[in-house]
């Protein structure tokens, strides 16, 4: 079956850096894209990133250019660089992959943005 498991969120400092990653089993990985979503308290789940092939990628329009995705298939990993991040950036960030209308989901780490 699949599955996702995401890693790398924690406490940080505004302006800092965190990576996040999301190792992927279960599906051929390479033929698939996968998102980065995330869940501020009291929001709605929402799309941060996705990686189709690694020159094909698209991202929310607010978050400018400060968070990468990025992808090695060989570990059937998924990555999220976020830079210069900000109070508001504070959420949990799920890994994501579709299949047809069905979403299937990690279970999620928790980025909080604070001094």
């Known amino acids: 079956q699949i599955q996702l498991v995401e890693s790398g969120g924690g406490l940080v400092q505004p302006g800092g850096s965190l990576t996040l990653s999301c190792v992927a089993s279960?599906?051929?990985?390479?033929?698939?894209?996968m998102s980065w979503y995330r869940q501020a308290p009291g929001k709605q789940r929402e799309l941060v990133a996705t990686?189709?092939?690694?020159?094909?990628?698209k991202y929310a329009d607010s978050l400018g250019d400060r968070f990468t995705i990025s992808r090695l298939n060989i570990k059937k990993t998924v990555y999220l660089q976020m830079n210069n991040l900000k109070p508001e950036d504070t959420a949990v960030y799920y890994c994501?992959?579709?299949?047809?209308?069905?979403?299937?989901w990690g279970q999620g780490t928790q980025v909080t943005v604070s001094s």
């Open positions: 994501n992959t579709r299949r047809g209308t069905v979403d299937y």
């Open positions: 279960g599906f051929t990985f390479n033929n698939y894209p």
């Open positions: 990686i189709f092939t690694p020159k094909n990628t």
